[in-house]
């Protein structure tokens, strides 16, 4: 069975400064993993997803993460923080015939 | 024209009432869900259903009922409200064959915030 750890509930940054949310799973086979953003009030929002294609995959609002199969993980970073990317952001697993399965969900404080 | 709405938005009632959340998604997707978000942000999967069949159903109380009337329409329908039912609950739409989301993208709506008293 898969799952997914996000290693921190929360990370505060700098604004203009990296930002790194890391993420390990677990699974039997070649997954599928996403990440999803949600702003306060508001549903859950696609930032990128990794489908065994490129390795390194390029998501929206400058977004990026590299799935690394040898060591179980998929961080999602972005070279210079910005206000608006203050948000939870959720990694997520699937493999083949299984559902999706959500990590806990980290927290992201951007300050000025 | 919001991809997927949800009505209503908040919702406060007491335990043992029946309550209902609607949701309707305009994007001509086949698969439908509804995902129950937790005090501690944990989002798990409750049903899907693809073109109005269901495809997942989780380890729900039959207390809680989905409703498909069409592919664009799933609503959620829970009988005797009890003090866990407490969450956000999450519609979600896909355009997957599978009914569970995979390689594809699901699209949200903002969320149903239920506080039963």
């Known amino acids: 069975a898969q799952s997914v750890t996000q290693l921190d509930s929360h990370v505060s940054v700098s604004e203009g400064t990296p930002v790194l949310l890391r993420c390990n799973y677990s699974?039997?086979?070649?997954?599928?993993l996403f990440w999803y953003v949600q702003h306060p009030n508001k549903g859950l929002q696609l930032l990128l997803k990794y489908t065994s294609a490129a390795t390194l995959v390029k998501g929206i609002n400058g977004f990026e993460a590299e799935f690394k199969k040898s060591e179980t993980s998929f961080h999602l970073t972005k070279p210079s923080a910005h206000m608006s990317d203050a948000a939870e952001y959720f990694c997520v697993v699937s493999e083949y015939g299984n559902k999706l399965v959500f990590g806990a969900g980290t927290i992201l404080r951007v300050k000025s | 024209d919001t991809a997927v709405s949800q009505t209503p938005k908040y919702l406060v009632t007491q335990m043992g009432n029946d309550k209902s959340i609607k949701c309707e998604q305009n994007l001509g997707h086949d698969t439908m869900y509804w995902y129950k978000q937790d005090s501690k942000k944990f989002l798990k999967i409750m049903f899907s259903y693809n073109n109005k069949e269901l495809i997942i159903n989780e380890t729900v109380p039959n207390r809680f009922s989905p409703k498909s009337p069409d592919k664009a329409h799933l609503n959620l329908h829970i009988n005797s409200l009890e003090l866990g039912d407490s969450a956000v609950y999450f519609c979600a739409s896909s355009q997957d064959s599978y009914g569970q989301g995979l390689g594809g993208e699901l699209f949200f709506g903002e969320g149903s915030r239920l506080t039963v008293l």
């Open positions: 699974s039997s086979y070649s997954p599928s």
